[in-house]
């Protein structure tokens, strides 16, 4: 099992850039499809983005497609998220997530097995 931390998260204006981090423990997250989640209070969790094993697939929702850009470092144990030109509808906590594959990974929460805490995004206007 991989343990997950969050870092990165903060406030910062609109048009804004943030990058968040996600360090994994353990000796099996270059074998993870990985992904970014966010909630917003009232709202559902939803998968912003996801990236394969290697890094040579990558997946964006629509809402941030163009904007975020995510990437990981297998050596590192590390996957980031870069956003930019956030505005005030991103703001929400961020999580980053372990899927056993891709293809799961880009079909929502039920196909992650391991979360991190979360870290809070804060856009102002």
């Known amino acids: 099992q991989v343990q997950l931390v969050e870092s990165g998260g903060g406030l910062v204006q609109a048009g804004g850039s943030l990058r968040l981090s996600c360090a994994a423990s353990g000796r099996t997250f270059s074998t993870y499809a990985m992904g970014w989640f966010r909630q917003a209070p009232g709202k559902e969790r939803e998968v912003v983005a996801a990236?394969?094993?290697?890094?040579?697939?990558?997946y964006y929702s629509d809402s941030v497609k163009g904007r975020f850009t995510i990437s990981r470092d297998n050596a590192k144990n590390t996957v980031y998220l870069q956003m930019n030109s956030l505005n005030p509808e991103d703001a929400a906590v961020y999580y980053c997530?372990?899927?056993?594959?891709?293809?799961?990974?880009?079909?929502?929460?039920?196909?992650?097995?391991?979360w991190g805490q979360g870290t809070q995004v804060t856009v102002s206007a």
């Open positions: 997530a372990a899927s056993y594959s891709f293809r799961a990974a880009t079909k929502g929460s039920q196909g992650y097995h391991c």
């Open positions: 990236i394969s094993w290697s890094g040579g697939s990558t």
